[in-house]
């Protein structure tokens, strides 16, 4: 039976589209892998330069790695979004006793393993960041993670946007998990998560 070129041409047209989208299932996931173990490495470096380590410098020498959860990617969750009326503002304490004034962005409500949570997604007052600051504790501080809890960075929302996307894969220890000489913001009540948040950056170790 003889094929008509346009009909042929139409058949490998989708051939090639059932090939890119099977290509993104397949591949997707190691790629974000990838991305998020170089992200890593490019942190370790950086905590092995002097000039750029919240480390002491004995502890240079020592230093080896930090320590992660291993990624996963059903801990980059999509989160509906609450804008808050402007000028809402929350004042962190800081490690040293002090403080920082913040401005409630938005509330992030989500559902891990059929559990309802929400973080309340801030702005520093006195900066104007190109993302969101979400201090935030869940119940592996003390144990798995370090006590004082994590932060995540968020990316700005779209003026139009009804969701964010919360990675908890790269969720962070405060510069004092390293070192007391640091004040860092510590979490309000309001972002303690009654879930274990087995992602991101581990307790630290002396190495």
Known sequence: MKVSLPKLLLGLGL???LGYIFSDLV???????????????QKNEKFRSHSDSPLSEELHEKF?????????RAWRLTAQLERLPAGDTISLPLTDGKADQYTRFARARFEYQG????????????????T????????????????????????????????V???????????CAYEDAFACPMPP?????????????KTWKEH
């Open 15 to 17: 051939l090639v589209v």
């Open 27 to 41: 591949l997707s996931d190691d790629q974000y892998v990838f991305k998020l173990r170089q992200e890593r490495k």
């Open 64 to 72: 080896d790695s930090l320590r992660y959860f291993a990624p996963d």
């Open 115 to 130: 559990q309802a949570q929400q973080l309340t997604l801030l702005r520093r007052v006195s900066k104007t960041d190109s």
């Open 132 to 163: 969101l600051f979400v201090p935030f504790t869940d119940k592996t501080n003390g144990f798995a993670s370090y006590g004082g809890g994590r932060y995540l960075d968020v990316e700005m929302p779209g003026a139009k946007d009804r969701e």
């Open 165 to 175: 996307v919360l990675d908890f894969n790269r969720a962070y220890n405060p510069y």
């Open 189 to 201: 009540a309001e972002n303690r998560l009654s879930i274990d948040v087995t992602a991101g950056e």
